[in-house]
């Protein structure tokens, strides 16, 4: 638990442009008053024992994970699959936004908002 605390507050600390972009349209409820925390560790259980995801945003009102993928996404398709159904499957809705969407926040938003 410490490990995943301290990973996220490093990540918080160096965050990518089209994170902090959404972070300051999402913080302090002011997208549709809904709470969203960033580098959240979500924990689960898995033949290993306990481990953990930093998801890039939560919103826990509507179990909502948003990740941001940037281009090294595009190398680790098959982890990427494996950690949403994992989220999936301990009922969170996970929502994929690649970095080029970002040209388009509003639309970036409608997105987000489908799922508030």
């Known amino acids: 638990m410490k490990r ?21 349209i999402l913080r302090n409820r002011k997208f549709l008053g809904k709470k969203f925390v960033r580098q959240h560790p979500v924990y689960y259980q898995s033949i290993s024992g306990s481990n953990f995801f930093l998801v890039d945003f939560y919103c826990h009102e509507k179990k909502l994970v948003v990740e941001i993928d940037g281009g090294y996404h595009d190398f680790q ?11 999936k499957a301990m009922g969170l809705i996970v929502l994929r936004i690649r ?3 970002f040209d388009d926040i509003a639309n970036v938003l409608e997105k987000i908002g489908k799922y508030c």
């Open 99 to 101: 970095n080029s969407e």
């Open 4 to 24: 995943a605390i301290e990973l996220a507050r490093e990540l918080r600390r160096n965050q990518t442009q089209e994170e902090k972009k959404l972070w300051n």
């Open 77 to 87: 398709k098959d982890f990427d699959q494996n950690r949403d159904q994992i989220l």
